[in-house]
């Protein structure tokens, strides 16, 4: 075996201790690694408040008495402070500014880096609500910290999760407020969403609302704790939606057809057309056939729904109907009820298509809520649950992606019509 010889490295300044390379040559690499960048991170950070009271004493360089001394000067710094940040724990020193004028309203120095009583920057403060709502349980809470931001992060305990569920509830309660006035939905994706509670012998059910915006972007329109899928707890959420502001009608909404929500939404949103979830409804239909059926079935259910065309896609449904009719009933009088809602996408851009047959924008954003309440066996409460559901879907929303061709939904606005999803140039297409 060949010997590795011990060999000491420097570090810049003489801030940090040598450390050995040897058999351990990649984890002492990785610790010195931490402490070059916590290194860094610590000298940039006091660089910067430096340059901070720098240009504030500037700001006030023509304050000064009889004599030509300024009046707003340097004096010394506060005592030193620990910041947890996503570097490690940081020790910095703020200068003092000291206002030395005899006036009743003395110049105050406040940092815009560094404000009073901060003790962890903003990227922990998402981190924490990332890891919790992730399904990091709270007993490894501090541990998952520790392996993340160093070992100095032990008081950021389980703790503090509880006090972030207090500040959810009350950041859930204002957005619930928000004006919607600016606001054109052009699609809507709906689902009632349940959850087990551990205080109450009901589940609760949570109304959940998507909107796309007139630029493509998805986002949360409204989280709402409903009497199971009623169309009393839909008709409640709409009409407070309409009252915050919202005027014009969605064009299309997506759903599952059992929900309460097509009953109301057709007194609340007059001209929205219905589309159901095709996905809802494949496994609702085979749900009426036996196992050693449904493979074929779905094949000729997905010839429907992927059809380049409303004409091909009615010829497969009808297919469907005459193939399996005389033996499931059930399961043909499943699709056809629902014929016009399933297939209603057709009318609109054939660059949406992929988003406006299903409800997945909902359905993936929850496989992680129930990930959480695995992990929590259910809030407590139903107030919890829906501070819980709001944050979770809040950070889930930085990553939705924007509806392909998102440039199509001026035309919709604009009123032009689509057959088969291409524009008609006239009204008599």
Not at 255 to 268: I, S
Not at 351 to 366: A, C, D, Q
């Amino acid at each position: 075996m060949r010997h590795v010889s011990q060999t000491r490295v420097e570090m810049p300044e003489g801030n940090l201790e040598g450390v050995a390379f040897g058999t351990n040559e990649c984890s002492n690499a990785a610790s010195v690694l931490d402490q070059l960048i916590r290194s860094g991170a610590q000298k940039m950070l006091q660089a910067a408040l430096e340059a901070e009271v720098e240009e504030f004493l500037a700001r006030y360089e023509d304050r000064r008495d009889s004599k030509g001394r300024r009046f707003v000067v340097r004096n010394g710094h506060l005592p030193q402070r620990n910041i947890l940040t996503g570097a490690g724990r940081l020790e910095v020193e703020q200068p003092r500014i000291r206002d030395r004028s005899d006036s009743k309203e003395p110049i105050r120095f406040t940092s815009k880096i560094l404000p009073p009583y901060l003790r962890r920057s903003k990227a922990i403060d998402e981190l924490i609500p990332w890891l919790y709502l992730k399904g990091v349980s709270t007993g490894d809470f501090t541990e998952a910290l520790q392996a993340l931001v160093g070992p100095r992060a032990a008081t950021l305990s389980a703790n503090v999760v509880v006090g972030l569920l207090g500040q959810w509830k009350v950041e859930f309660e204002a957005w619930q407020k928000r004006d919607l006035s600016a606001k054109h939905y052009v699609y809507l994706w709906v689902d009632g969403i349940y959850f087990n509670l551990r205080l109450g012998d009901e589940r609760a059910c949570v109304l959940v609302v998507i909107g796309a915006t007139a630029d493509g972007r998805k986002e949360l329109v409204a989280v709402q704790d409903g009497y199971r899928e009623s169309e009393q707890s839909w008709h409640e959420l709409l009409v407070g939606l309409k009252q915050r502001g919202l005027k014009c009608d969605p064009k299309l909404a997506i759903g599952d057809g059992a929900l309460g929500f097509w009953a109301a939404a057709r007194k609340v949103f007059s001209t929205t057309k219905e589309q159901r979830c095709t996905v809802h409804k494949t496994a609702n239909v085979l749900d009426k056939m036996p196992k050693s059926v449904q493979p074929r079935a779905k094949e000729d259910l997905h010839a429907i729904f992927y059809a380049d065309h409303r004409q091909e896609a009615d010829k497969a449904l009808n297919a469907f109907v005459e193939k399996y009719q005389g033996k499931y009933f059930k399961a043909t009088e499943c699709l056809v009820k629902d014929q016009e809602e399933l297939l209603a996408f057709f009318d609109f851009p054939a660059e949406h298509w992929g988003h406006l047959r299903t409800t997945n924008p909902i359905e993936s954003t929850f496989a992680t809520v129930r990930l959480r309440h695995g992990k929590t066996k259910g809030n407590g409460n139903r107030q919890a649950c829906l501070a819980m559901v709001f944050k979770l879907v809040q950070s889930a929303e930085r990553h939705w992606r924007k509806l392909n061709g998102n440039e199509r939904i001026l035309e919709l606005l604009a009123g032009k019509k689509f057959v088969n999803g291409v524009m008609q140039e006239t009204d008599a297409a």
